[in-house]
Structures are given as C-alpha cells and as structure tokens.
C-alpha cells in the first residue's frame, strides 16, 4: 500500500485523463499528483530519455541500472532489468553492474557505471572518471547522461517517498491495448 494514495483520476485534468488512458504504471499514477505543466513535462524527458538517438538504449540503461541500485529502487529494478536485456545487456553484464564488478564489463559500460555512481554518491565525478568516460563518450552523450542520471534519481526518489507499488506489468511485457507511457 503507498504512503499517499494514488490520485482519484476523475478529478484530473481533462487533459491528464487523456494522459493516463490506458497505462497500468503506478508511477505515472502517481505523478499526476504534479501540476499539469510538471505531469507533462516529466512525461516529456521520459520520451526523450526512451529516445536511441538521445542514449544508446544499452548506455541509458546501465545509468538507470546503477541509479537504481544505489538508490535501493526494487520498483526501478523492476522495471529496467528486462529492458537492460532488451538493450542488449546480458544476464552478466546486468549481475556485474549491480554487484559493482566493473572487472568483468568492457571498459565503456565500467566508465559508465563509475561515472554514474560518482554523479549520485558525490554530486559531481572525479577528474580522472570524467575523463575515463570521456574516452568512450561524445560531450553530448556525457550530458545526456547526466540529465537522464538526475531523472531516474527524481523517479526513485518519487517511488521512495510515496510507497508506490511495484506495478503487475513490467514495461517489457505490457498487455495488449496498452501504451507504453515510457515510448
């Protein structure tokens, strides 16, 4: 049970009923408690976070995979674990990023991983991870990663504070009939 219940959604918006048709995602049940600007806003980043040519789905997901982990979000985890395989992650480059065995992932996805970790443990990486990553990464990517970072930690941190649920569908295996609210 959530700590603060879910929005009774008939009293929404118009335009955020039209939103929510459809997604069984507790977390988006949740965020309508937002403001419409704020609801549709945070909708947007996810799409454009969901978006291959913003992040490499596989670079994306070991960011969500590591904030999720250090984040203790089991709701995240949910979530992204079946999309890190469908992005390509195996089962043990997926064990080794949560265990923080960076030994046994190529040298791109550990400077991810280290570079994401530092982002959420200390605000801001060393020089020397900045700089790892950049050897793998355009700036481009490096920024989108960090905005995709401070995402998933608002999401988990969403999750943390109101109890949301761990959902009955992951994203990988949504019913038929219904949208992905996440693109």
């Known amino acids: ?9 008939t009293k929404l918006p118009e335009r955020m009923q039209i939103m929510l048709a459809g997604t069984p995602l507790n977390i988006v049940r949740m965020g309508a408690h937002a403001s419409p600007p704020l609801f549709e806003a945070q909708g947007q980043l996810g799409y454009a976070i969901a978006d291959p040519e913003v992040l490499d789905p596989k670079v994306r ?4 995979l590591r904030v999720a982990h250090l984040s203790n979000s089991d709701y995240e985890l949910h979530q992204h674990i079946p ?5 390509g992650l195996t089962d043990q480059e997926i064990e080794a990023i949560g265990a923080q065995d960076y030994a046994a992932l190529n040298p791109k996805t550990a400077a991810i991983c280290r570079f994401t970790d530092e982002v959420v443990l200390n605000l801001s990486p060393s020089d020397a991870t900045l700089a790892g990553l950049r050897e793998h990464v355009s700036d481009q990517v490096l920024v989108n990663l960090v905005l995709t970072i401070g995402n998933y930690m608002s ?4 999750i943390a504070t109101t109890g949301i649920e761990i959902d009955e569908y992951r994203l990988d295996h949504l019913p038929s009939g219904i949208d992905d609210p996440a693109g």
Do not use: K, N, S
């Open 1 to 9: 049970m959530p700590r603060i219940p879910y929005p009774d959604l």
């Open 61 to 64: 997901e070991t960011a969500v």
């Open 83 to 87: 999309l890190a395989g469908m992005a």
């Open 155 to 158: 999401i988990a941190r969403l």
